[in-house]
């Protein structure tokens, strides 16, 4: 199926860490002439329109409703409008968490791409996910009251699904081919997953800039130059690492640098030293290729880009796949685990700058730099994707 002109469906979940990486692979297909629809949340119009892309928004749905409301509804939605509008596409793409992905693709019969912007699974990861990922995880444990309503809102809505089991489902999901935004090294049982199916293409970074980002003042700042970020979830628990840090390195010889997300600000924190930089948001790749460490929660993105950027990394994971992030960020030997909720401000700031002296640290940072920026990333994953259709 060799074609000049290509017409793609992308269909996804409303949540910034799975949408964000696909963006640039969009950008990149509709730059190559091709067009991308895109299925998604409406309040995520901007972004997919800056992308090139066409958002068609969820049927029924409001970005109003509450989270939870969201939460039950956005993969019922996501394949009920991308099954009302499918016709004349030659390729589905869809990111891994979209569970129905796998029926979707059964009932549209056109070529499919499954994106993953996290680790590919399989049943064994998902059992240490499972196990380790936390009261929070977002819908994989029995434990969790959201997931208990979420099994029992689609148990009767099995038309959506190829197996009778939803984990099944996400392991037996994977296409003809399957784009992991990571490295193989990084992956974990690596060997599992066949290399003519699974391309690891590396993360999808992209200048991360826009009008709304501060400046910041590199130039003023003492060496080292410790970044700390810990994602959004739990922005109230999140002040008390954050206060753990500050009063880590407060009036040291370095500089830290803190990214609080939009609901925590300076007048928050106690004890703010001159060598102490706090900003509701920064470009993080840019920080990052200032920066000597990163304190991180372990999410995939920040994990990637930290990996990019060659900067050794202090983890402490509290949900989801960040323990397994971390476990294979400590296998790697580029990153420590450290309880920073448990931990008090002398070990948090021995830990940190014996990690940036470590020269085994700084040579698998190097190593895994060189790696992940060697990959192509989504200039790869557009070539595999044309090539797949191509052999169609």
Known sequence: MKKAHYRFLFVNLPYSGHI???????????????TVDYVLDPSFKDTVEAAGATLIPYDNYASDWSDVHKYMKAFEQAYATALRVSGDYDCLVYEAYFVFGYKLSKELSIPTVRLFSTFAFNQSI???IRENGGP???????????????VKYYENKKEMMVTDDFFDEIVEGNQKLNIVYTSRKFQPQADEFSHDRFSFVGPSIEDNYSDDMP?????????????CAMGTLLPRFLKKVYQKCIDAFADKECSLILSVGEELNEDDFEGVGDNIYIYSKVPQVDVLNQSDVFITHGGMNSANEGLSCGVPMVVHPFVNDEPLIASQLTTLKVAKQLDLKKSDAYEIFEQTIELITNEQVKKACTEMKEIMQTLGANECAVTKILDYLESQ
């Open 20 to 34: 964000n990486p696909t963006l640039p692979l969009v950008k990149r297909l509709v730059n190559a002439g091709h």
């Open 126 to 128: 998902l059992e240490k």
């Open 136 to 150: 929070h995880l977002t819908f994989m444990t029995s434990k969790n009251p959201l997931y208990v309503l979420f």
């Open 215 to 227: 400046s910041v003042p590199y130039e003023e700042m003492s060496r080292p130059i410790i970044y």
